[in-house]
């Protein structure tokens, strides 16, 4: 990981969105099963070779939201990864297929 140092300048102490592309769970409805993409939400503590040491959020046993479960995520597992900011998150950049229309005149508009 040659440019773990320049990540780790860049985003230590942010809140980090990772997306390692498991899923999370599996809701089923009678004529549709809509699968949800497991992420993590933690805040960057170090990058350690090849592993990026996360300090995350989960929920205690009476669903409050907690910070203090650090976890040494292998770096080659994710599949993507953002900071956590009013900009958007993981879930925003992946567009369908009806969006191409859309994202083509949004092109076509920003080229003039």
Not at 4 to 30: N, P, W
Not at 67 to 73: A, E, M, P, T
Not at 80 to 108: C, I, M, Q, W, Y
Request: negative net charge.
């Amino acid at each position: 990981m040659s440019d773990a140092t320049g990540i780790l300048s860049k985003l230590q102490g942010k809140l980090l969105e990772v997306s390692v592309g498991d899923e999370y769970e599996e809701i089923v409805l009678s004529d549709h099963v809509q699968k949800i993409n497991g992420v993590i939400y933690g805040t960057l503590v170090d990058i350690i070779g090849d592993f990026f040491v996360l300090n995350c959020y989960y929920m205690d046993n009476s669903k409050n939201l907690r910070q203090g479960n650090l976890v040494y995520l292998n770096s080659w597992n994710i599949k993507a990864f953002t900071e956590l900011n009013n900009e958007g998150s993981l879930n925003d950049v992946f567009l369908s297929a009806p969006h191409t229309r859309r994202v083509k005149e949004l092109l076509k508009g920003l080229s003039k």
